[in-house]
Nanobody, 129 residues
Framework: QVQLVESGGGLVQAGDSLRLSCAAS????????LGWFRQGPGEDRVGVSC????????YYERSREGRFTISKDNAKNTVYLQMDNLNSEDTGVYYC??????????????????????WGQGTQVTVSS
């Protein structure tokens, strides 16, 4: 059974930085994708950034490209999302999700919620202006 444990998040001011972490367990190899999804108040859950644990290919949602950096540590089965120059539009609950690596990171970051193997519990990010 795949399990994801998230950490990070919090309350920051506009322009500040935060780092989120997501540790996965239950996969027997590196052929899976880990990604971060944001759900703002009253909004759908949307893919922010995803990375292939096998080859490191990445995807970024357009409005966050250049400010967010996703990275991985295969030894720890962990993905990190470094979020810089945060603004109020980044506020929301951030969820980590995983799925077997069968397509590009862009495809895997934009699927229906039920298509993922597992979801984390979510971590709140609040950016005050």
């Amino acid at each position: 059974q795949v399990q994801l444990v998230e950490s990070g998040g919090g309350l920051v001011q506009a322009g500040d930085s935060l780092r989120l972490s997501c540790a996965a367990s239950g996969y027997t190899d590196d052929k899976y994708m880990l990604g971060w999804f944001r759900q703002g108040p009253g909004e759908d859950r949307v893919g922010v950034s995803c990375i292939s644990m096998a080859d490191g290919t990445t995807y970024y949602e357009r409005s966050r490209e250049g400010r967010f950096t996703i990275s991985k540590d295969n030894a720890k089965n962990t993905v990190y999302l470094q979020m810089d120059n945060l603004n109020s539009e980044d506020t929301g609950v951030y969820y980590c999700a995983s799925v077997t690596d069968w397509a590009t990171s862009e495809v895997l970051c934009n699927m229906a919620r039920y298509e993922y193997d597992a979801w984390g519990q979510g971590t709140q990010v609040t950016v005050s202006s």
